[in-house]
C-alpha cells in the first residue's frame, strides 16, 4: 500500500450534494450558492434551511423552552455535554432506526437549542442570569436571539457581525469536525451524539480554536508596533502563525475576503494592526514556503468580526459549532441516507507474532 496519505489529505471518503471548498479558491457555494450571495440578504436561519433541506424558506426553528442542567461558563464544554445529554432528555432516536423526517426534526430542535446553550454558556461566564424568554422572544433572528439571551440586549453592529460570521462559517465540506459527525452517524448513533462528537473535534486550535490566537498576536504587534520582527520570531522559535494556511485552499480563502470587508465595514478598531500583521505573514510565508501557497484563513477575520460582537477570545471555538449547526445536521442526514458503516482500514506496522516472554 504506497497511497498511504497520513491526514487523508485528498482522500474521497464521502460524496456530497452539500458543499465542497474548491481548491483553487475563489468561491464557496452552499448546495451551489455563492456564500457572497447570501450574506446580508438571508439571515443565518434560512441559510441553515439551505444547507439542510436546499429550500431558503424552510428555516432552522426557534429554539424550544428548556433549561440546560447545570452549566460551567466553559461554552465548548458545556455545549459538548449538554447536547449530548438533550439526546437522553429528548429521548433522540438511533439514526438508523428513524426515518428522515424525524432525523430532520431532531437535529432542527438540536441546532436551536445548542445556539441557547452557547448563550447561557456565556452569560454564566459573565456572571450575569441569561435573559428571560420574553426578551428574547423579541429578537427577529437567530442572531438577535442569541445576544438578547445572553445580554439581554442586541447591538445591531454585533447582530451584523455574528451572523455574517455563522453565514461563512456554517459550512465546509468534510472538514475535520464534519467527518466526526459522520462516523458517528454511520454507527447509527443519535443526532445528539453524531452533533456532541463534532463538538469536541471542532475544539482544537488546528480546526475551530485557532481565532483564539488571533486576538493577543494583532494586540501584541499593535505594541510593538513592528509586524516583520513579531513574525519573524514567531517563525524562528518554530511556531505558526494561527489564521494562515489551509489543508484545501492553495489560494485566498473566500471567507476570509468576506470577513475582512465586513471587519472594515463595520468599522473594528483593530483593522489597521491586522492588515500590518496580515502583510508581514504572508511575505515571511511566502518566502519560507514558496513551494506552496500560504494565505490568510477564514479564523483571522473571523477573530476581528467576533471582536467587533466584543465576543471573548475562549468563546470563539464555541461561536463557530453555533455557525456548523448547519454543516452538520445537513451531513448527518447525507449520511444517514448513504446508510453504510464508516470503517476504514490501519496498515499494521507493529512488532510480528512473538511469545510474551519478549514483552518485558
Ligand atoms: N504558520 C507557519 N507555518 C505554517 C503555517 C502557519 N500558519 N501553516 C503551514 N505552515 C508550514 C508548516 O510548518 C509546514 O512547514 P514544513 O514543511 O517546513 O514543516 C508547511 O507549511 C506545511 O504545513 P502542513 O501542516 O503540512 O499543512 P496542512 O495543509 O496540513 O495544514 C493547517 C493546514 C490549517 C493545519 C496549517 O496551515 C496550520 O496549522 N495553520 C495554523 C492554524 C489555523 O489557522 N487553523 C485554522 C484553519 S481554518
Given at each position: 500500500?504506497?497511497?498511504?496519505k497520513p491526514g487523508l489529505e485528498g482522500v474521497v471518503a464521502v460524496e456530497t450534494e452539500i458543499a465542497e471548498?474548491?481548491?483553487?479558491?475563489?468561491?464557496?457555494?452552499?448546495?451551489?450558492?455563492?456564500i457572497e450571495e447570501l450574506v446580508g440578504h438571508y439571515p443565518y436561519e434560512a441559510v441553515w434551511g439551505l444547507l439542510v433541506d436546499d429550500d431558503l424558506g424552510s428555516k432552522m426553528p426557534d429554539p424550544e423552552p428548556f433549561e440546560p442542567a447545570a452549566l460551567t461558563g466553559n461554552a465548548p464544554a458545556d455545549l459538548q455535554a449538554e447536547t449530548a445529554r438533550l439526546a437522553g432528555e429528548w429521548k433522540l432516536g438511533k439514526l438508523n432506526e428513524i426515518s428522515d423526517e424525524q432525523a430532520r426534526e431532531d437535529l432542527g430542535r438540536l441546532s436551536a437549542q445548542m445556539m441557547e446553550i452557547v448563550a447561557r454558556s456565556a452569560a454564566k461566564a459573565d456572571g450575569r442570569e441569561p435573559a428571560p424568554d420574553d426578551v428574547v422572544a423579541q429578537g427577529e433572528t437567530a442572531a438577535e436571539r442569541f445576544l438578547l439571551r445572553w445580554r439581554g440586549e442586541a447591538d445591531p453592529r454585533h447582530v451584523t457581525a455574528i451572523d455574517t460570521y455563522w453565514i461563512c462559517t456554517a459550512e465546509h465540506g468534510l472538514n475535520a469536525s464534519t467527518f466526526t459527525a459522520r462516523v458517528a452517524t454511520s454507527t447509527g448513533?443519535?443526532?445528539?451524539?453524531?452533533?456532541?462528537?463534532?463538538?469536541?473535534?471542532?475544539?482544537g486550535p488546528l480546526h475551530g480554536g485557532a481565532p483564539a490566537h488571533v486576538i493577543p498576536m494583532i494586540d501584541e504587534v499593535a505594541e510593538a508596533q513592528d509586524a516583520e520582527k513579531y513574525v519573524d520570531d514567531l517563525l524562528s522559535r518554530g511556531d505558526r502563525i494561527?489564521?494562515?494556511?489551509h489543508r484545501v485552499y492553495r489560494a485566498e480563502d473566500p471567507r476570509a475576503r468576506l470577513l475582512s470587508r465586513t471587519a472594515d465595514e463595520l468599522g473594528s478598531s483593530r483593522v489597521e494592526s491586522a492588515r500590518a500583521l496580515e502583510s508581514a505573514a504572508l511575505s515571511a510565508l511566502q518566502e519560507r514556503h514558496p513551494e506552496?501557497?500560504?494565505?490568510?484563513?477564514?479564523?483571522?477575520?473571523?477573530?476581528?468580526?467576533?471582536?467587533?460582537?466584543?465576543?471573548?477570545?475562549?468563546?470563539?471555538?464555541?461561536?463557530?459549532?453555533?455557525?456548523?449547526?448547519?454543516?452538520?445536521?445537513?451531513?448527518?442526514?447525507?449520511q444517514k441516507r448513504v446508510a453504510r458503516l464508516i470503517r476504514p482500514s490501519a496498515r499494521y506496522t507493529g512488532p510480528g507474532p512473538r511469545s510474551l516472554s519478549d514483552v518485558g
Amino acid at each position: 500500500m504506497n497511497d498511504f496519505k497520513p491526514g487523508l489529505e485528498g482522500v474521497v471518503a464521502v460524496e456530497t450534494e452539500i458543499a465542497e471548498p474548491d481548491r483553487e479558491g475563489g468561491a464557496l457555494r452552499y448546495r451551489g450558492i455563492d456564500i457572497e450571495e447570501l450574506v446580508g440578504h438571508y439571515p443565518y436561519e434560512a441559510v441553515w434551511g439551505l444547507l439542510v433541506d436546499d429550500d431558503l424558506g424552510s428555516k432552522m426553528p426557534d429554539p424550544e423552552p428548556f433549561e440546560p442542567a447545570a452549566l460551567t461558563g466553559n461554552a465548548p464544554a458545556d455545549l459538548q455535554a449538554e447536547t449530548a445529554r438533550l439526546a437522553g432528555e429528548w429521548k433522540l432516536g438511533k439514526l438508523n432506526e428513524i426515518s428522515d423526517e424525524q432525523a430532520r426534526e431532531d437535529l432542527g430542535r438540536l441546532s436551536a437549542q445548542m445556539m441557547e446553550i452557547v448563550a447561557r454558556s456565556a452569560a454564566k461566564a459573565d456572571g450575569r442570569e441569561p435573559a428571560p424568554d420574553d426578551v428574547v422572544a423579541q429578537g427577529e433572528t437567530a442572531a438577535e436571539r442569541f445576544l438578547l439571551r445572553w445580554r439581554g440586549e442586541a447591538d445591531p453592529r454585533h447582530v451584523t457581525a455574528i451572523d455574517t460570521y455563522w453565514i461563512c462559517t456554517a459550512e465546509h465540506g468534510l472538514n475535520a469536525s464534519t467527518f466526526t459527525a459522520r462516523v458517528a452517524t454511520s454507527t447509527g448513533a443519535d443526532a445528539g451524539a453524531a452533533m456532541s462528537a463534532a463538538i469536541g473535534t471542532l475544539s482544537g486550535p488546528l480546526h475551530g480554536g485557532a481565532p483564539a490566537h488571533v486576538i493577543p498576536m494583532i494586540d501584541e504587534v499593535a505594541e510593538a508596533q513592528d509586524a516583520e520582527k513579531y513574525v519573524d520570531d514567531l517563525l524562528s522559535r518554530g511556531d505558526r502563525i494561527m489564521g494562515f494556511g489551509h489543508r484545501v485552499y492553495r489560494a485566498e480563502d473566500p471567507r476570509a475576503r468576506l470577513l475582512s470587508r465586513t471587519a472594515d465595514e463595520l468599522g473594528s478598531s483593530r483593522v489597521e494592526s491586522a492588515r500590518a500583521l496580515e502583510s508581514a505573514a504572508l511575505s515571511a510565508l511566502q518566502e519560507r514556503h514558496p513551494e506552496r501557497v500560504l494565505a490568510t484563513n477564514v479564523e483571522y477575520w473571523a477573530a476581528i468580526v467576533l471582536d467587533v460582537a466584543d465576543i471573548p477570545a475562549k468563546l470563539t471555538p464555541a461561536m463557530f459549532a453555533c455557525a456548523r449547526v448547519a454543516g452538520w445536521s445537513a451531513h448527518i442526514l447525507e449520511q444517514k441516507r448513504v446508510a453504510r458503516l464508516i470503517r476504514p482500514s490501519a496498515r499494521y506496522t507493529g512488532p510480528g507474532p512473538r511469545s510474551l516472554s519478549d514483552v518485558g
